[in-house]
């Protein structure tokens, strides 16, 4: 099987124990995460070769990331360790009718100070078969912007497939361009798009008719959003849209479609009652999508794949999507009972 490449800045992660309010105890939880990482962990996890490459600082804490990356089995051969310091990310959990917080600090970090020509693409991308990357690196810093057009570029000049999250931050696009400026430099590169409705209307400008508050998702509109988004990248292979129902933050129905110039396909939905940490879902979604597409043959299969793969990873606390290819294929069969296995 060929490498899968993933690229992106990977994150501290702090959080308050359990639900509660941020310092509500004089505690955090300390761990690591980041878009991209999440990505390669996940496919590692289903027995997919993966690297992660990213810029870290040359310090113990740094050290501590990388090779927890490898005790999952993730390939860092390619980090670059660079002047700058880790980024960090709070997360506060949301419960019932409160939402979860997310807090950035992560300016001067090593990957924000990142610029074109500090990677060597023709090397890492040596024997490798798909580049993942998200719009999270452009939304960073300037540099770290040219430094992901960079990357795609010379992923498609070695002939791989690219595979892009939107993933719009808000909070993150400060730097001066917007993401419509940048993103769709990065989406002329690239074969498969993942998104929600709102990364699309966003990052690409395209509008969408679709209404995830009004109780019953229409299909219709996110048919005619994909294909709005087809017709005006003639290079992509296929739109993936995650559709996420927000009842509250402890209550989502977990579903996605994919356009693919052909057939527009809709999975199945999750009804999830009782969410334990939705950070890195999505994802979740991107790996699952990129495990399919590597080894299923079938669109419709590669979709449920994905979504089962990331409905699995709600249970799970953390950035990080630990969940075997023996899990989703059972959740797959049974509908996910939640029977104990004895």
């Known amino acids: 099987m060929k490498k899968v490449i993933t690229f992106g800045e ?28 999440n990505v390669a962990v996940a496919l590692a996890s289903l027995g997919q070769p993966a690297a992660f490459v990213t810029a870290l600082p040359a310090n113990p804490l740094a050290d501590a990331c990388v090779a927890q990356l490898r005790s999952f089995g993730v390939d860092t051969a390619d980090v670059v360790r660079a002047a700058g310091r880790m980024g960090i990310y709070f997360v506060e959990h949301g419960a019932s009718q409160r939402p979860s917080k997310v807090v950035y600090d992560r300016a001067g ?36 912007a040219a430094l992901a057009v960079e990357s795609v570029r010379a992923a498609k000049a070695a002939e791989l497939i690219v595979t892009c999250d939107l993933n719009y931050r808000k909070n993150l696009w400060k730097w001066g361009k917007p993401a419509s400026v940048v993103m769709p430099e990065i989406v002329r590169s690239t074969d498969f798009v993942i998104a929600n409705e709102e990364d699309i209307q966003t990052t690409l400008g395209i509008e969408s008719g679709a209404n995830v508050h009004a109780g019953q998702l229409d299909h219709a509109a996110y048919k005619e959003l994909t294909q709005r988004v087809l017709d005006a990248y003639p290079n992509l292979k296929a739109v993936l849209v995650t559709l996420r129902e927000s009842h509250s933050a402890s209550h989502n129905g977990w579903s996605a479609c994919v356009n693919n110039r052909d057939e527009f396909l809709v999975s199945r939905k999750y009804d999830i009652t009782h969410i334990v940490d939705r950070v890195g879902s999505g994802d979740s979604f991107a790996a699952g999508w990129i495990w399919a597409w590597l080894n ?47």
């Open 296 to 342: 299923l043959s079938r669109f419709d299969d590669g979709l449920e794949f994905a979504v089962a793969l990331s409905c699995l990873k709600h249970s799970i606390p953390g950035d990080y999507c630990r969940v075997t290819l023996e899990e989703v294929r059972a959740l797959l069969k049974d509908g996910g009972s939640g029977r104990v296995q004895r």
């Open 10 to 37: 990977i994150l501290l992660r702090l959080a308050p124990p359990g639900f509660e309010r941020f310092l509500q105890s004089p505690q955090l939880a300390a761990t690591f995460g980041g878009g991209e990482a």
């Open 109 to 144: 970090s090593s990957m924000t100070l990142a610029k074109p020509g500090d990677f060597d693409w023709a090397a890492i991308f040596n024997g490798a078969g798909l580049f993942h990357i998200t719009g999270i690196t452009p939304a960073i810093s300037e540099s770290a």
